[in-house]
């Protein structure tokens, strides 16, 4: 009954409070948010741009030869290229077209391609050259198989650094050729083979016999072939024991590098 009452405002009740009767009409005449009627307006909706719809990568230069199919052209180089070409060509392109990622990639791949190709053909080479070698070992008489078995291959340093030794001898042989002759540098170089010698072989009597051996062997060869040679290629100071010491430098150099 007190609801039947308080929905129509036009009935009044004595058994009703009067401020119950003016609040419910209050309510009903009050307009709430969700009761207001949606306006349409005549505007035109406009799209919303996103960073998808910005160019890729901004105004950062493309490689134009990105989709070119030969390593060669896509670097801009020619087949024949060492390289220190190839690497200088890949640092160059990089740094032109720095920040466009596809075209770091394409210049990387093509770079990486030829220096994969140039790896496989200097092994290629390196093998083909030993197996050629082993195959005209194999194929020797049996007194060159003999005397290979005592020559071998040091490193490049040993080398060097011996040769570096005869040569200093045989240059403080020339400087001293008016003094008197090279007997104590042939001695010293003598004392050097046997030393390197005996470090090799381990065995001092070995390598005495080598040495000595060795500068025998010089010594011999120069003192027939020297004189053969003729005099417009010499210089006429220069005797012949100290042509002969530096034959013999060179046979002690070669004795205690490749001689094992």
Known sequence: MASFLLSNPTISSPFLPQKLINYEQNTRNRTTPYSRPISRSTRTLTSVKCAVDAPYEGNIPKFPRMNVWDPYKRLGISPYASEEEIWSSRNFLLQQYAGHERSEESIEAAFEKL????????????????????????????????????????PAEVIFRRLFLFAFMGGWSIMNSAEGGPAFQVAVSLAACIYFLNEKTKNLGRAFIIGLGSLAAGWVCGSIFLPMVPTVLINPTWTLELLTSLVAYLFLFVACTFLK
């Open 115 to 154: 220096l994969m190709t140039s790896f496989k053909e200097r092994k290629k080479t390196k093998i083909n050259l030993k197996t050629r070698l082993k195959k005209k070992v194999e194929e020797s008489p049996p007194w060159v198989k003999s005397l290979l078995n005592f020559v071998e291959l040091p």
